[in-house]
T-cell receptor
Framework: DAGITQSPRYKITETGRQVTLMCHQTWSHSYMFWYRQDLGHGLRLIYYSAAADITDKGEVPDGYVVSRSKTENFPLTLESATRSQTSVYFC??????????????FGPGTRLTVL | GENVEQHPSTLSVQEGDSAVIKCTYSDSASNYFPWYKQELGKRPQLIIDIRSNVGEKKDQRIAVTLNKTAKHFSLHITETQPEDSAVYFCAASIDYGGATNKLIFGTGTLLAVQP
């Protein structure tokens, strides 16, 4: 678990501001994911990446931007934060398993509050 | 796309009793079904998973069963202990030859084990 970290752990921002959440993993996993967790909705996939420079949308991508220039980093940017983006954000990573899905390991989470 | 429903949303049991959490999925192509445990304020962690070529899997007090025909799978915890108290999430993944590795999560079950 210590191999995947997120920063900051807590963030308070205002509506309209740009915010970037960082995710770093030391396992050289191919896949990385961003989820948001809200009461009553479980974990919802925002964006994912199969490898460096390859990203794709998940269930709830609107209002978010991602990039992956290096295998170990997968930052998530809220270009203009809204109150509805107040949530706990989890980053996860997994290895590529030919012909199957491998375990996803989650980071510790970032609690974001948009005022 | 895939949809995962999870029941019940809350479950209270006496210490030593068994607990069962059920999930249904919509896409018959789903072939990987993990279960995650999330303690309060912590990250989700994998506790057990099952693939579609297996009907049941056990790990000490935890077991998962899969019924592909009915498209549902269940988590069984026997001899519950207070430390089993947490939120449990089921998930389903669709593998396109390992091309996506995406998970769709259920909305979670809050399990409370009463001493």
């Amino acid at each position: 678990d210590a191999g995947i970290t997120q920063s900051p752990r807590y963030k308070i921002t205002e509506t309209g501001r740009q915010v970037t959440l960082m995710c770093h993993q030391t396992w050289s996993h191919s896949y990385m994911f961003w989820y948001r967790q809200d009461l009553g909705h479980g974990l919802r996939l925002i964006y994912y990446s199969a490898a460096a420079d390859i990203t794709d949308k998940g269930e709830v991508p609107d209002g978010y931007v991602v990039s992956r220039s290096k295998t170990e980093n997968f930052p998530l940017t809220l270009e203009s934060a809204t109150r509805s983006q107040t949530s706990v954000y989890f980053c996860a990573s997994s290895e590529h398993r030919p012909g199957g899905t491998d375990t996803q390991y989650f980071g510790p989470g970032t609690r974001l509050t948009v005022l | 796309g895939e949809n995962v429903e999870q029941h019940p949303s809350t479950l209270s049991v006496q210490e030593g009793d068994s607990a069962v959490i059920k999930c249904t999925y919509s896409d018959s192509a789903s072939n990987y079904f993990p279960w995650y445990k999330q303690e309060l304020g912590k990250r989700p962690q994998l506790i057990i998973d099952i693939r579609s070529n297996v009907g049941e899997k056990k790990d000490q007090r935890i077991a998962v069963t899969l019924n592909k025909t009915a498209k549902h799978f269940s988590l069984h915890i026997t001899e519950t202990q207070p430390e089993d108290s947490a939120v449990y999430f089921c998930a389903a993944s669709i593998d396109y030859g390992g091309a996506t590795n995406k998970l769709i999560f259920g909305t979670g079950t809050l399990l409370a084990v009463q001493p």
